[in-house]
C-alpha cells in the first residue's frame, strides 16, 4: 500500500507572515492516514521548520552539483541543512523559465537522493502536445528521461502535472487522469520491477481544489496531489488534505 501524499508548491510565494497557517495545519492534519510535505521558497524553510517542526518541508530546485562557483544556486545539501527532506525537480515552470530538459532534471534528482533528500519529479505535457495525441509518449520520455536509476518507493515520487491545467481552473477529465497515471504506473513497473515501480506514488497536479480534490483522488494510481494555488491558504489545502484522508 502506497500512502497517500498531500503537498504543496508555494512557488515564488510567501513571507514570514505565511508561517502562521503551517501550525493550524499540523494541528487539524497531524495524525493523519495522508502524509503531508509543504514546499515553501527555500528562504523560508528553517523558519517553517521552527514554526512546524512536525510538517515535512521540501525545496521547489536544486543544483545538481554539491558545491561550488554557481551564484544563486542551492545544492540538495543546503536545504536538507535548512531543513528540507524533499525537493521538487523538474516542475513545468523551470522547464519552462530555467530550459532544464530532461538529463539535467535526472543529474538534480541523483544529487538529491545522494543528499538523502526525496525527489519529487514532475513531467507533464503542453496543450499542444495533447491535442497532437502525443500525451503518453511526452510523458513516458519525460518520466524515463528524469527519473534516476536509483529510484525507490522511499526516495522518489512522481508528479504528473499537465502544463494547461497549472493555474489555469482546467482539469484533465478522470479519464484522462486515469489514462496517464496507469500508463505511468506501468513504465516503472517495467522499468523497476514490480517492488519499487508498485512503490513509487504517483501524484497528480494542476488545478487541484477542494470542489475536485474528491474526484481525482478516486481516480486509480492517483495517490495524492501536488497543490499550487490552493496550497497558499489553510480554507484551501485542509479540505484537500481531508479529501485525501478519506479516499
Ligand atoms: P496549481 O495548483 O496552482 O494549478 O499549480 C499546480 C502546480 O504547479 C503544483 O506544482
Known amino acids: 500500500m502506497r500512502r497517500k501524499l498531500a503537498a504543496g508548491n508555494w512557488k515564488m510565494n510567501g513571507t514570514a507572515a505565511n508561517l502562521a497557517g503551517l501550525s493550524a495545519l499540523t494541528e487539524a492534519h497531524g495524525n493523519a492516514s495522508a502524509d503531508l510535505l509543504i514546499c ?22 536544486c543544483h545538481a552539483n554539491t558545491a561550488g562557483a554557481h551564484t544563486g544556486d542551492l545544492s540538495a545539501a543546503m536545504l536538507k541543512d535548512a531543513g528540507a527532506s524533499a525537493v521538487i525537480l523538474g516542475h513545468s515552470e523551470r522547464r519552462t523559465d530555467h530550459g532544464e530538459q ?27 502536445q495533447r491535442e497532437a495525441g502525443d500525451t503518453l509518449k511526452v510523458a513516458g520520455n519525460q518520466l ?12 522518489t515520487v512522481v508528479a504528473y502535472e499537465p502544463v494547461w491545467a497549472i ?58 496531489a501536488l497543490v499550487g494555488g490552493a496550497s497558499l491558504k489553510v480554507a484551501d489545502f485542509s ?4 479529501a485525501l484522508e478519506q479516499a
Do not use: W
Not at 479540505?239 to 481531508?242: E, L, M, T, V
Open 40 to 61: 515553501p521558497p527555500a528562504t523560508l524553510l528553517s523558519r517553517a521548520a521552527d514554526a512546524a517542526p512536525t510538517i515535512p518541508l521540501g525545496g521547489q530546485d
Open 102 to 128: 530532461d538529463a539535467a532534471v535526472r543529474a538534480k534528482a541523483d544529487a538529491a537522493l545522494d543528499a538523502g533528500l526525496t525527489a519529487v519529479i514532475c513531467i507533464g505535457e503542453t496543450l499542444e
Open 144 to 155: 524515463s528521461g528524469s527519473t534516476p536509476d536509483g529510484a525507490t518507493g522511499a526516495n
Open 167 to 224: 493555474g489555469t481552473g482546467k482539469v484533465p477529465t478522470l479519464d484522462q487522469i486515469a489514462e496517464v497515471h496507469n500508463f505511468l504506473r506501468a513504465e516503472l513497473v517495467a522499468r523497476f520491477g514490480a517492488v519499487t515501480g508498485n512503490a513509487i506514488r504517483l501524484l497528480y497536479g494542476g488545478s487541484v481544489k477542494p470542489g475536485n480534490a474528491a474526484e481525482i483522488f478516486a481516480v486509480s494510481n492517483v495517490d495524492g
Open 239 to 242: 479540505p484537500i488534505i481531508a
